[in-house]
């Protein structure tokens, strides 16, 4: 997608193939700066310090890091070392090993001299395969739009979709397009009025920041809001679907996803809002049925409830305490919203129900 | 309620009666102190700065702001010119307004050389009638908690209630007690083990700024959390009843209260945990029954979304901006909770279901 009218990926390797550039996502989104990642421990610490974050991004840039240390050492000890030193990084990160585990599987047969090179093409081919599920994620929920579009303008009731998500499901999420708002830039792209409602999305903000930034970089109309607000926009009609992301859904269709996510499902059904969740087929755990029992939610550091950053006026980052002291805080990173709460998930290979039988056909 | 072990109101007369003290509201959580009001003008000030806030701590303020300028000038001309000079402080507010009115009613029929002592007494009368309906809400709503514990106890599912609170409507909005937190301090009078759930309520963070420090200040055990948690802890048995206030209740109980209220009542809905309004029914407007229709919503400035005021490192309190240049922001200030998912309103006059007939017995 674009930045300030620039054509970016959020990870590219350089002109020479030396090194590969990423954004320094956590300077977003007041500053835009890039960051050459030139050896394994560059990768290493983008992943752990969360310059690059979501899952698709995360596992490109740890098939790069072992790419980068095939260059300097390619043996089988090597290669070993790499990928063990590489998932530390953020260990539960399952894309992060996914990645890692694939261009292990991929370099271990080869020849030690070859490993170098073929590693940097696996690694691009990770990336390239990236950009094409969520280009297909972003076709098929285009069509959703359209259809809503065309339907809103027949019956008179507008000449704009609006479109609420939760969170940051965008191309910086992934290599590119995103998945919630694949459809969201497809249909932009294709010159459909629309609007995003952002959600702010406390406790990391991911909305107010990542969302927000490169919706308006790719100059597409948004509003961010705080998160108490959607129930109240869409008893008012303002808010025509709602498309979020997912880290993972299970085989009878319940969602993980950023906590809150469950209190905009529940909202969109109040008030006949279609509800949607974009995602690529492996984020379904086929293992799983029942999300809110057997889906553990993470607990994350207090602080980021009880303090936030953001710019002062002197124009450096600062974090801020918002609690008294002494009062503690509960950080649920992540919570479930029941099949019945959605109305379809949006993957590569289409659009279908969120229900057993129906999901049967992504298998 | 106490502040470190001291009883406080919210406003007092001095021990001399030559002005009263408030707390000065904007420097909560971080910083206590008290501020003196000698004259009209430093209540009108009060009021302006939102160094008071809280309907019911609004219209006492009011009330005494015109005590207080009838010990200058207490002629008729003098009257009306105060309670003229005193509605511009927070034109919106209902119970300024009321405040005044209540005011110049009884003070307009006695002589001049009256008033100002007459002024004094019944701004205190207000003071103390605000106390005693907020106590009568305490004690109803406390026996919804007591009954909710020893069934809890009974059927062996723990030893604690949790209840779960949107925004600040606890003594610090009024003069003592407050409105939804009225029934918890009642019940942790009375010793029944509870903990409380505090919505950080964004924009404005009342609840994790002036719920968590109350809370504390007072020694009740407490939790802040994102305002997108609630479902999540629902889900998972985690609350076991909600307990909010209220701005605005319709003849046939559907409930304005600050904005995300209404996804709480929904989640609360949908996981059978009872969802319960305090109010002092004067709050009831009889005059409007369908309140997502007939309620305007405010929309207050985008600055309150886009920033936020925090404890820097350095002790100072700064505002930071959170979303990017360029991205617009919306912010609604409150939202509708239709009756059919209110399980019940606690008002002074005893906990009456949300429903048209029902409620008959509060007019």
């Given at each position: 997608m674009k930045i300030d009218g620039t054509p970016y990926r959020t990870i590219w390797p350089t002109a020479d193939n030396s090194a590969v550039e990423i954004i320094d996502?956590?300077?977003l989104p007041h500053i835009f700066t890039t960051l050459r990642l030139e050896t394994m421990r560059d990768a290493e610490r983008a992943i752990k310090d969360m310059q690059v974050r979501g899952a698709p991004l995360i596992g490109v840039t740890a098939a790069y890091g072992v790419a980068l240390s095939m260059r300097d050492h390619a043996s089988d000890a090597a290669l070993a070392a790499t990928c063990s030193k590489l998932l530390l990084?953020?260990?539960?990160a399952v894309n992060l090993r996914w990645g890692i585990e694939r261009m292990r599987a991929f370099l271990a047969p080869l020849p030690e001299s070859e490993r170098a090179a073929a590693a940097w093409l696996e690694a691009a081919r990770i990336a390239d395969e990236d950009v094409a599920i969520n280009a297909s994620i972003g076709q098929h929920g285009c069509e959703l739009i359209r259809s809503l579009y065309h339907d809103k303008v027949h019956k008179g009731r507008g000449y704009s979709v609006n479109i609420l998500t939760h969170c940051n499901a965008g191309w910086l999420a992934t290599v590119d397009w995103g998945t919630a708002l694949a459809p969201i830039y497809a249909a932009f792209e294709e010159g459909i009025p629309l609007h995003v409602w952002v959600d702010?999305?406390?406790?990391?903000?991911q909305g107010a920041s990542l969302t927000a930034w490169e919706l308006g970089q790719h100059g597409v109309p948004h509003t961010v809001i705080a998160d108490n607000t959607g129930g109240h926009l869409m008893q008012h009609g303002m808010v025509d679907m709602c498309i979020v992301g997912t880290d993972r859904v299970t085989a009878r269709g319940d969602v993980c996803n950023k906590i809150g996510t469950y209190l905009k499902a529940l909202a969109a059904h109040d008030n006949g809002v279609p509800f949607y969740v974009a995602l690529p087929?492996?984020?379904?755990?086929?293992?799983?049925?029942d999300g809110v029992k057997e889906i553990p939610i993470e607990e994350r550091a207090p602080e980021e409830v009880t303090h936030i950053s953001g710019l002062c006026d002197d124009g450096q980052v600062r974090s801020v305490q918002l609690?008294?002291?002494?009062s503690r805080a509960a950080n649920y990173g992540f919570d479930v919203t029941p099949?019945?709460?959605?109305?379809g998930l949006i993957t590569e290979r289409g659009v279908v129900q969120a229900e057993a039988g129906a999901m049967q056909k992504l298998r």
């Open positions: 996502q956590t300077k990084a953020r260990p539960t702010e999305t406390r406790p990391r903000n087929t492996p984020t379904i755990d086929w293992t799983l049925q609690t008294p002291q002494g099949a019945r709460l959605v109305t």
